[in-house]
């Protein structure tokens, strides 16, 4: 398995940015597929982003142009940028690493290791 801790949380007005980061442990995020997931209250987990283990990322229609996601490979660290936010977007993030048959997928179904979450709130 994968230990994931992600930290970053905030609250920003409309507009503003925010920094995530997810910190593996035993094993390094170079070698899996990662992703961001986020939840609000009543809703869904919702795929937000992905990144392949090439590189490659992949966005939800939602964020696109708006969220960017990166791997920092010395660190052992991936991040999710998060500009020009709404209310809408305020949730629990969460960072996770896919089986590599899930690589390329935003369905939570297809990632098994799972941070604890970290709070975003938009006002």
Request: charged share 25%; with cysteine; net charge negative.
């Amino acid at each position: 398995h994968v230990q994931l801790v992600e930290s970053g949380e905030g609250e920003v007005q409309a507009g503003g940015s925010l920094l995530l980061s997810c910190q593996g442990s035993d094993y390094t995020i170079r070698s899996y597929c990662m992703g961001w997931f986020r939840q609000a209250p009543g809703k869904e987990r919702e795929g937000v982003a992905g990144i392949r283990r090439d590189g490659d990322e992949y966005y939800a229609d939602s964020v696109k142009g708006r969220f960017t996601i990166s791997r920092d490979d010395a660190k052992n660290t991936l991040f999710l940028q998060l500009n020009s936010l709404k209310p809408e977007d305020t949730a629990m993030y969460y960072c996770a690493a896919a089986r590599i048959s899930g690589c390329g997928s935003l369905d939570s179904g297809d990632y098994y290791s799972w941070g604890q979450g970290t709070q975003v709130t938009v006002s």
